[in-house]
């Protein structure tokens, strides 16, 4: 990784089950990566983003999805307990990483990169991502996945 990366695609994060994942392995494909807590008011939103994905499945799009219990402490569960819970409870297939800092000093090196273009400031804070992995738009928390605005600005970075 460089000093200044300038796309995701620099970063390697560990999937939720500790294996560590090259977000390059994502080049060309446009991705809307989620700060994600099971316990948060917002939560009804991962059956959202599940639908999101599946609705341009074929589309070279992903979702990826970072547990934080950064706000609120609403993230209470660890590991393959959070995958579980987000499948059984909200039907998510979509990849899930290992619970992570989003903010502050100890953020993930991934997040200190993104929070030059906005820092969240509660879980289910929306990054979209370009195929050549830099951040083209950012959506707060009350902006729903299947909102139009999201919709829209996906299918024309496909």
């Not at 209470?76 to 502050?104: Q, T, W």
């Not at 820092?119 to 009350?142: A, I, Q, S």
Request: positive net charge; aromatic residues 12%; glycine residues 6%.
């Amino acid at each position: 990784m460089t000093d200044h990366p300038n796309s995701i695609h620099q970063f390697k994060v560990k999937l939720i089950n500790g294996t560590e994942k090259k977000l390059s392995d994502y080049k060309g494909k446009v991705i809307l990566i989620v700060n994600t807590a099971t316990g948060c008011g917002f939560a009804p939103q991962l059956k959202e983003l599940e639908t999101l994905k599946n609705l341009f499945k074929d589309q070279d799009f992903e979702v990826l999805a970072f547990p934080s219990n950064d706000f609120g402490r609403q993230e209470p569960l660890n590991g393959v307990d959070i995958e579980e819970y987000c499948a059984v409870n909200h039907g998510v297939s979509f990849p899930m990483f290992d619970k992570v800092m989003v903010r502050g000093s100890e953020a993930h090196p991934l997040y200190h990169f993104l929070t030059k273009i906005s820092t969240p400031r509660w879980n289910f804070h929306k990054y979209l991502v370009n195929k050549e992995g830099e951040v083209e738009d950012y959506f707060f928390p009350f902006t729903k996945p299947l909102s139009s605005k999201i919709k829209k600005k996906i299918q024309k970075l496909l």
